[in-house]
């Protein structure tokens, strides 16, 4: 009989082998788990190392869409700036002698008359 009622008394070998059995059993289980979660965690990393190199991979395929849409822009505009030009030489190229010098005797009576 317990000496106290409410503490136990000793315990039997059938009771002893039952703790040790499920401490046992608890033991394994606690391996699994952190077996598990190792391989969880392994995989997590996994995935996470593929998702950055595809989102690399994807980083790096829109620079060079973004650079080769620049180029062919920069292209654009400086086709059209030679063609602007190219046609307000030809318009310079068809004005006359007479009306340049009609022009610079404008501008020259124009400073002369203003004092300049």
Do not use: K, N, Y
Request: hydrophobic share 40%; glycine share 12%; net charge negative.
């Amino acid at each position: 009989m317990p000496a106290h009622p409410s503490l136990p008394g000793p315990a039997s070998g059938g009771d002893l082998d039952r703790l040790l059995g499920t401490e046992a059993r608890l033991e394994e289980l606690l391996r699994r788990a952190r077996e598990e979660a190792a391989r969880l965690v392994a995989e997590a990393r996994e995935t996470a190392r593929a998702r950055e190199a595809a989102l690399g991979e994807e980083l790096e395929a829109a620079a060079r869409r973004l650079t080769g849409e620049i180029a062919a822009e920069r292209q654009r505009r400086e086709e059209g700036l030679a063609t602007e030009a190219q046609g307000q030489a030809q318009w310079f190229d068809r004005v006359g002698a007479e009306r340049i010098a009609e022009l610079a005797r404008g501008v020259v009576e124009q400073v002369v008359g203003s004092g300049g």
